[in-house]
């Protein structure tokens, strides 16, 4: 059964605490995202990765850090830094053909963060 | 911003009307996508549109893309209840970054 999975389905995190949200693919996509959703502005992007080991910076990525050591995974770090944490995060994939960058998007169940 | 932005921010329809939605953008697109999002849960990607076509049906769906008024339009047509959710516009400008843009959504209820 192919698709993305996200973990937890929700989070709590204290004052001063680093937390990591989980995502999984098995889709052989070779790009994947976080975007940060909150309530009335759309999603909004974090971070991307195109290929294993490399990764960018997206439109609000200060607070925040990835890792892409595996085609399937892509988890990402809230930190201590990012002050308004409080959101709903989805993760998404994308598959990359030769030089043609990724189109559609396949997008996780999300994951909805809280600050304690 | 290259945001796109849809129109109404929300809508509320009897079973069995057509729903309107529509998406103006800012810049020259590669392809203009629709996602749909229930609450709570994450987006399901339903149509996408080239920039060199004008029209394209998906079952109940249907979309149209103006690229001269820099606009689209999603239209679902006999709609029920279960199609209450919310939904995107979101637009491909191309090149390495292969980045989607999306706007804030059109808010869709759908009474029996």
């Known amino acids: 059964d192919g698709g993305i999975t996200q973990s937890p389905k929700y989070l709590f995190r204290k004052e001063g605490q680093n937390v990591t949200l989980s995502c999984e693919q098995n889709?052989?996509?070779?790009?994947m995202y976080w975007y940060r959703q909150d309530p009335g502005q759309g999603l909004r992007l974090i971070y991307y990765?195109?290929?294993?080991?490399?990764?960018q910076k997206g439109d609000i990525a200060e607070g925040y850090s990835v890792s892409r050591e595996k085609k399937e995974s892509f988890p990402l770090t809230v930190t201590s830094a990012q002050k308004n944490p409080t959101a709903f995060y989805l993760c998404?994939?994308?598959?990359?053909?030769?030089?043609?960058?990724?189109?559609?998007?396949?997008f996780g169940p999300g994951t909805r963060l809280l600050v304690l | 911003s290259q945001q796109g932005e849809e129109d109404p921010q929300a809508l509320s329809i009897q079973e069995g009307e057509n729903a309107t939605m529509n998406c103006s953008y800012k810049t020259s697109i590669n392809n203009l996508q629709w996602y749909r999002q229930n609450s709570g849960r994450g987006l399901v990607h339903l149509i996408l549109?080239?920039?060199?076509?004008r029209e394209k049906h998906s079952g109940r769906l249907r979309v149209t893309l103006d690229t001269s008024k820099k606009s689209s339009s999603l239209l679902i047509t006999a709609s029920r209840a279960a199609d209450t959710a919310s939904y995107f516009c979101?637009?491909?400008?191309?090149?390495?970054?292969?980045?989607?843009?999306f706007g804030k959504g059109t808010k869709l209820s759908v009474k029996p």
């Open positions: 549109i080239r920039s060199n076509e």
């Open positions: 889709l052989n996509h070779d790009a």
């Open positions: 990765s195109q290929i294993v080991n490399d990764f």
């Open positions: 979101a637009t491909y400008y191309g090149g390495s970054q292969g980045n989607l843009i």
């Open positions: 998404a994939s994308a598959n990359s053909r030769g030089d043609r960058s990724p189109e559609t998007q396949y």
